[in-house]
């Protein structure tokens, strides 16, 4: 059975006690309630079925996403999400870290205009969303922090990264250890390397953090 408003806040909080990140569920919970919910029943539609279940989701994608929006810089900063496809971790970041500026490039139409409609029904400023093919197109502007998840490979992420980084600026990846290849020669400078386990099915992932060169 799926898990009710009640549950998912319970388990994300005792997630994020559990791993100790510097998260307040309760700043967040209603409205990722109301994104969780809009995306779930939205999921086929958008061909977004990898994840089954909200408690699936709360215990892989939002809890990498939290761990990523724990180590960002502190402070208000524009960031660009590559690939976001349903908002994954850009739309998480912003309500988790909402001071942040949130460009989601995504070169799916329909995913666009499903996250278009969550940022209207969540009344959030300071995000948007825009149909691009990166690689094909590039925006005119640039940005310190650039940040995907499952985005094919980290070299694709690097090479992408590199061409929207400003100086300074840093890069944060959330690769699927056992899902997604390597790629071959990074494009930037790799700063750090953050193993991590998710709850309850103890997959790996790893967040790395690149610099712009
Ligand atoms: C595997 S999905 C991952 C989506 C999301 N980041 C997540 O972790 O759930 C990859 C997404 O990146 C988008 N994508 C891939 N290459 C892209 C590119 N060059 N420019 C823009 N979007 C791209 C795809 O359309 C797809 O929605």
Redesign the pocket.
């Known amino acids: 059975m799926e898990i009710s408003w009640e549950e998912g806040r319970y388990l994300l909080e005792n997630i994020i006690k559990d791993y100790g990140l510097p998260l307040r569920v309760e700043t967040f919970w209603d409205r990722l309630w109301i994104y969780l919910r809009a995306l779930a029943e939205r999921a086929e539609e958008l061909n977004?079925t990898?994840v089954k279940t909200i408690r699936e989701r709360l215990c892989s994608?939002v809890f990498e996403a939290l761990v990523m929006a724990s180590r960002l810089p502190s402070g208000a900063f524009p960031l660009a999400?590559?690939?976001?496809?349903?908002g994954?971790?850009g739309l998480i970041l912003k309500l988790a870290r909402p001071e942040v500026e949130v460009t989601l490039?995504?070169?799916?139409p329909p995913?666009v205009a499903f996250l278009k409609e969550v940022i209207r029904e969540l009344s959030l400023a300071g995000i948007c969303a825009e149909v691009?093919?990166?690689?094909?197109s590039w925006p005119d502007r640039r940005f310190p922090v650039v940040v995907?998840?499952?985005?094919?490979s980290v070299q694709?992420f690097t090479k992408?990264a590199k061409r929207l980084l400003s100086s300074p600026g840093v890069a944060f990846y959330?690769w699927r250890n056992d899902a997604e290849p390597w790629g071959g020669d990074l494009c930037l400078p790799l700063l750090e390397r953050v193993e991590f386990e998710l709850p309850q099915s103890q997959d790996l992932r790893t967040l790395l953090c690149f610099r712009s060169s």
Do not use: C, N, V, W
Request: net charge positive.
């Open positions: 977004l990898a994608q999400d590559l690939g976001t496809g349903g994954i971790p490039y995504e070169a799916y995913r691009l093919h990166l690689g094909k995907a998840r499952g985005y094919g694709k992408h959330l």
